[in-house]
């Protein structure tokens, strides 16, 4: 029950419809019996200033921020975190007493996802599919926990510019093409590309690239065909659903003060991808 107590959190984002934080977020703070809600909020990009000062006079306890907004938000914050000023995004805002301060929960979300699962960073070679927002907050996370980052991208020039800005956290080397050789090198294959999103996409590696000597993990939800592929030659694979429960965690602890209930949050997010598969 909503009561003049109730702390509101929410997101921003625009569209806003499909997101599935609500139902993770609430589920939480009910189990938890905290006096919390999450409401979803469709935020305009030329309204995102407005929105941001809303929080404070509306007296949010924070916000997740969504696209098209993440990087966009960012001037109007008073405080930014190392991790989202690196990814030149924020995902997480909290208003600490006025203060408004942006995180980037996805680099928790990641590591955290793939320790659970027992893959070790520290001195492993790590080839990174991709240079966009996913892949920066990936390649954070990589070099804090002291891997070896190797980062193919289609566009080469983008990989270039993530390599300039992270090469101050850890070793970068950009690859321009994968070749049997190459991989060879690599304990770990990450995924942080677009490609397996829609059911036609080509994989983002050929498939006579992979070997059981490595771990795969796709970002996206799904599993995609990349790790269908693994799958067949014994290989470890991980899937994005643990990044989006932990960076979902991430984000209530910093509102709430508490860990957040991680299994319930695995299951009711499990449940709901049986239900609709296009999540
Ligand atoms: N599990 C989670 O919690 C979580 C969190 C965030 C994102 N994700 C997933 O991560 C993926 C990337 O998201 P993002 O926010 O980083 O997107 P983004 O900023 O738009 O970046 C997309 C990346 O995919 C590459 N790409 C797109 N189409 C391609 C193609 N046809 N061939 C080769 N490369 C292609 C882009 O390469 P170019 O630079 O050459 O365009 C770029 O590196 C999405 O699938 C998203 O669902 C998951």
């Known amino acids: 029950m909503i009561s003049g107590k109730t702390k509101i959190t929410g997101i921003f984002g625009d569209p806003i419809e499909h997101t599935l934080s ?29 929105a941001v000062e809303a929080i404070r006079a509306l007296n949010l306890i924070g916000v997740n921020i969504t696209v098209p907004h993440k990087e966009a938000v960012i001037p109007y914050l008073d405080e930014i975190k190392e991790e989202a000023k690196y990814i030149e995004a924020v995902n997480t805002i909290l208003n600490s007493n006025g203060k408004l301060i942006g995180f980037n929960t996805d680099v928790y979300g990641f590591i955290n996802s793939i320790f659970e699962e027992g893959v070790t960073v520290k001195g492993s070679n790590i080839l ?35 390599k300039e800005t992270f090469q101050k956290l850890g070793s970068i080397e950009i690859i321009k093409k994968i070749t049997p050789d190459i991989m060879r090198n690599f304990q770990i294959v990450v995924n942080a590309t677009s490609l397996g999103l829609r059911g036609n996409d080509p994989m983002p590696l050929e498939p006579t690239l992979l070997s059981r ?28 659903s643990g990044m989006l429960i932990w960076q979902a965690a991430k984000a209530f602890e910093i509102w709430t003060g508490k860990a957040a209930p991680l299994q319930m949050m695995k299951k009711i997010f499990k449940e709901k991808k049986t239900i609709d598969k296009n999540i």
Do not use: M, Q, W
Request: with cysteine.
């Open 22 to 50: 609500p139902l993770l977020h609430n589920s939480a703070f009910r189990e938890l019996g905290l006096d919390y809600c999450y409401i979803p909020f469709l935020v305009k990009a030329e309204r995102l200033k407005e």
């Open 213 to 240: 000597d490595h771990v795969y993990i796709d970002l996206i939800y799904n599993e995609t065909p990349l790790l269908k592929e693994a799958k067949k030659f014994g290989c470890k694979t991980i899937d994005g």
């Open 128 to 162: 990174l599919l991709g240079a966009g927002g996913a892949a920066k907050a990936v390649a954070f996370g990589i070099l804090k926990e002291g891997g070896n980052l190797f980062l193919f991208n289609r566009t080469l020039s983008k990989a270039y510019k993530l």
